[in-house]
């Protein structure tokens, strides 16, 4: 059994990105059949710039605003604790001197919930962060992810994901776009002025042999 | 009764048979046999072993004699006999043994470290927290609670405005308790989990305030995948367990 969680990672830039973000969270609706987000307290969310601004402004850190503002929503109230919720965690509003980024996360959980990838390609459209990836989180937990971003610190990807999309910044990192689309995996393809990798023609599963040998090849393509 | 030092010496002189260290006695327990039973060379060996213990015996009895000819001499093994080993030597030894092995250890560690502390680059402050918690925090970084007015109060290391539990060797530390009710079956938080958020917020000051000084976050065993997943996007803080 498998866990998922889609990551979107943008460059700072000292706002909160109000617009993209009332998008992507309507999206999310859309994506996750929902007639509604809820908050931390289990109420609905009024999708509106300006209840989505006042929920940032609250979070900023008075003592730090240079770390931006970080929110939760769920698909379902958070108070019914019923497992087939989706978290949505965004981290926006960094500002640029920070070592920080702003963040949209989907915390999924079982491969049940994991909608068509082409909701997440839209939603890269809407956002437009320099790196997204659609991770298996003991994948990324075997691999060592974690320990990896330490010393990459976002110049580079700690390692390439099954569905993983790169601005041309980071693709660069890696040898370039020309580079990327000679990638032994399933599917690589120009995307959104970056490019976008796919391993396998199906959801990413760590336990399944073929699946990593595929993700370490392309690795080792990268030199990673 | 031997009651002076030299009653005693004078005693082991003239009754080597019980010094530890006469000869024919062995290692063995009582009734433990040199051969498996059954064969005809355990007769022989017992006998011949009875012989030679004889023999030593008498060779000790007849030198005990002649030194009580010559007057009182010290006996070589009666220091060593008469020294209180499990006293000042294996009791001390297990006691130490024990105490390091035991819970006390880091306790006693931190205290002395506390002490002689200098301070680093931040300030050890009181802090007034919540039950839930402070327990743990305060059995890994050995810094007592203190109840005053109904509060909780121990001691955190505060740089440039960020709380940390703990600062050892050059290190800044974050002991978290258990989360063990909030972890599925994939070990990590449960997708209705309120607040995972403060995690990464949390993360991302003290990484900031440490400055380039490492912060490690030690968490339960089996909840490193879940703090890792929460604080993906924030380098800087290493989780271990």
């Not at chain 1, 796919?198 to 760590?206: A, I, N, T």
């Not at chain 2, 060379?41 to 000819?69: G, P």
């Not at chain 2, 079956?185 to 209705?192: A, C, G, H």
Request: glycine share 6%; aromatic share 12%; charged share 30%.
């Amino acid at each position: 059994m498998n866990s998922y969680t889609f990551r979107q990672r943008c460059r700072p830039r000292g706002d909160f990105r109000i617009r993209e973000i009332v998008e992507f969270l309507q999206l999310m609706e859309v994506t996750f059949q929902r007639m509604s987000l809820y908050d931390s307290d289990g109420e609905p969310v009024e999708l509106t710039s300006k209840e989505i601004r006042r929920f940032m402004e609250e979070a900023v850190d008075k003592r730090f605003p240079s770390l931006g503002a970080s929110v939760e929503f769920f698909t379902i109230s958070p108070l019914k604790r019923d497992n087939n919720t989706v978290r949505i965690e965004i981290c926006t509003g960094t500002h640029g001197g920070e070592p920080f980024i702003d963040s949209c996360d989907l915390s999924i959980g079982g491969p049940w919930k994991v909608p068509d990838l082409s909701y997440f390609e839209q939603s890269i459209k809407i956002l437009r962060p320099f790196e997204a990836f659609l991770a298996e989180d003991e994948n990324e937990y075997q691999l060592d992810a974690h320990g990896i971003l330490q010393t990459t610190r976002f110049k580079k990807p700690e390692i390439i994901r099954a569905f993983h999309y790169l601005d041309a910044e980071m693709a660069r990192s890696i040898g370039g776009i020309e580079y990327c689309l000679e990638a032994p995996a399933w599917r690589v393809e120009r995307f959104c002025d970056g490019v976008l990798i796919q391993l396998v023609p199906v959801l990413f599963d760590s336990t399944n042999s073929r699946h990593l040998q595929v993700q370490k090849d392309v690795m080792r393509y990268f030199k990673l | 009764m031997i009651q002076t030092d030299d009653q005693r010496r004078w005693w082991f002189a003239t009754h080597p048979e019980y010094s530890w260290r006469r000869r024919g006695i062995t290692s063995r327990k009582h009734g433990e046999r040199k051969h498996a039973p059954g064969t005809y060379l355990e007769y022989a060996d017992q006998d011949q072993d009875e012989a030679d213990r004889n023999a030593a015996l008498d060779e000790e009895f007849r030198k005990a004699i002649e030194l009580d000819k010559k007057g009182i001499e010290a006996d070589p093994h009666t220091f060593l006999d008469l020294f209180p080993y499990r006293r000042l030597v294996t009791a001390p030894i297990s006691f130490f043994q024990a105490l390091l092995r035991s819970q006390a250890q880091h306790t006693i560690l931190n205290a002395v470290k506390k002490a002689g502390d200098s301070g680093g680059p931040g300030k050890w402050v009181e802090v007034a927290r919540s039950r839930i918690g402070i327990e743990h925090q305060s059995k890994m970084s050995g810094n007592p609670i203190e109840e005053r007015d109904g509060k909780r109060y121990i001691k955190e290391y505060l740089r440039y405005g960020v709380y940390f539990d703990d600062y050892v060797n050059g290190k800044l530390y974050e002991y978290k308790g258990s989360y063990g009710k909030l972890i599925n079956k994939f070990r990590l938080f449960y997708d209705w989990v309120r607040g995972v958020k403060t995690l990464p917020d949390q993360a991302k000051r003290q990484a900031a305030a440490a400055r380039g000084i490492p912060v490690i976050w030690k968490v339960g065993k089996d909840q490193v995948k879940a703090f890792r997943k929460a604080v993906g996007n924030v380098p800087g803080i290493e989780i271990v367990p």
